[in-house]
């Protein structure tokens, strides 16, 4: 090759290189706005963060039911209050995500530009070389009349040159390539970002419109007297006991013998915790038969386990399996049983209440996976502060009340709720 064509050649790779680095600047101008953006939103939420910090202080200083009417009223406002700093915060975290898919929209732009220019640069390096060089070996070109032998160490250190450029553009390709992918699989994450907030939104949304509803009935059902509050308290908490006492009665005629073999193996793991930050707050009854078969329960007291969780906490399913039913134990008998609940049965023998929801958010007969959200955490039902009632249950045991198999003289109506004989409900702790 002569020092004229390599000359051509690296004038050729220059020009190229200053067009992709315009493109670049013009980029990068664009996404440094964005990057200002995003900053001022992260300022914003970290403020909102502090806010709704106060907020959930504030909350539990108030765990445990209401013993006035009055803290009553200051209880659901405060709920209301922290639901709208949470909405404000989503808000924020969904523009901060649209700008995050919109700079990695951008790198991923400048990245192909350069992928894009680099095998260009590359093919024409390669295209150059092969137009340039002639068949005649390159001894004889070099020794021909008039040549030096510097002339053949000369042009050997050029091809050597050329050989290592072109390893460099493969080796550059091969990078810009990887951080393609990476950018694509960020952008990929900033998308269902978007849609979990988007979600989140809307729920917290329900949820505010509920807490106002709530206030309301509350004023109803007190016509706005102390006096009334605290007979209604006082009639809640009479028929949650009196209902209890009936429903064990209930179950104590179901005739089913649990197969203990059927059951998978107690261990940490077979199912998982059905809220993230788990605090529990009441554990399941202990009984001699219980102390015995710690996977068993099988005597009077707590039928399940409480997780402490804040109104509108996203609920997952324990494991993989199907809805078996869901239900509403306030629309017949209001504030003294369940309140909104999910059964899920599932392919190891177990299944899975959820009770005390705020909002049931899959039907029956619907396949979840493990993990998956199903409802949101709340008040409903008996039930002195928000939490998450949850039971297992053997599933060869357990059955959702038929329309007119169960008719409570407590509430003077007909119950939908799970049913299964004590030996039926288990430990949940032995398979969390």
């Known amino acids: 090759m002569s020092p004229s064509s390599f000359k051509k050649i690296s004038i050729l ?3 190229l290189i200053s067009i992709f680095l315009h493109s670049v600047v013009v980029q990068a101008d664009e996404m440094s706005d964005l990057q200002a953006d995003l900053d001022a939103l992260s300022t914003k939420i970290d403020d909102l963060d502090r806010e709704i910090g106060l907020y959930n202080t504030k909350i539990s200083q108030t765990q445990g039911e209401a013993k006035t009417l009055k803290a009553a009223l200051a209880k659901l406002e405060l709920n209301k209050a922290l639901l709208i700093k949470e909405i404000d915060k989503t808000k924020l975290r969904i523009k901060q995500t649209v700008h995050n898919i919109g700079i990695t929209q951008g790198k991923i732009s400048v990245t192909e530009s350069i992928l894009t220019k680099n095998k260009k640069a590359l093919a024409e390096t390669l295209r150059s070389i092969v137009y340039l ?3 005649v070996p390159l001894f004889i070109q070099v020794l021909k009349p008039g040549s030096h032998f510097s002339d053949v160490i000369d042009t050997l250190k050029r091809n050597t040159d050329t050989s290592k450029a072109i390893n460099i553009k493969v080796r550059v390709l091969s990078i810009t390539k990887k951080e393609l992918s990476d950018q694509k699989e960020n952008f990929e994450f900033n998308k269902k970002t978007l849609e979990k907030l988007t979600s989140t939104l809307s729920d917290k949304k329900i949820l505010v ?5 709530d206030k309301s009935n509350l004023l109803v059902q007190t016509k706005n007297k102390e006096s009334e509050y605290q007979k209604l308290l006082a009639d809640r908490l009479e028929k949650k006991n009196a209902l209890e006492e009936e429903v064990l009665g209930v179950e104590d005629k179901i005739k089913i013998a649990v197969d203990l073999s059927k059951l998978p193996k107690s ?5 998982k915790y059905p809220v993230g930050n788990v605090k529990i707050t009441q554990y399941f009854g202990n009984t001699p038969f219980a ?7 099988n005597g009077a007291g707590h039928n399940g386990v409480d997780f402490a969780v804040n109104v509108g906490t996203p609920i997952l399913s324990a494991g993989g399996g199907t809805v078996t039913g869901t239900g509403n134990t306030d629309t017949v008998c209001n504030g003294v049983s369940y309140g909104k609940w999910v059964l899920i049965k599932h392919s190891n023998g177990l299944s899975t209440l959820y009770a005390h929801l705020s909002v049931v958010q899959v039907s029956s007969g619907q396949s979840v996976t493990s993990g998956q959200k199903i409802g949101l955490s709340g008040n409903t039902g008996y039930s002195t502060g928000p939490h998450l009632h949850f039971t297992v249950y053997a599933t060869e045991a357990v059955h959702i009340s038929r329309p007119t198999e169960y008719k409570s003289k407590i509430c003077r109506t007909y119950m939908i709720l799970p ?3 004590r030996e039926g409900y288990l430990n949940p702790l032995s398979y969390l």
Do not use: C, R, W
């Open 291 to 297: 102390s015995k078969n710690p996977q068993v329960y």
């Open 267 to 271: 261990g940490k793991g077979v199912l």
């Open 209 to 213: 419109e509920q807490s106002t509803k």
């Open 13 to 15: 790779v220059i020009i």
């Open 133 to 135: 060089d002639t068949n």
């Open 419 to 421: 049913l299964a004989p």
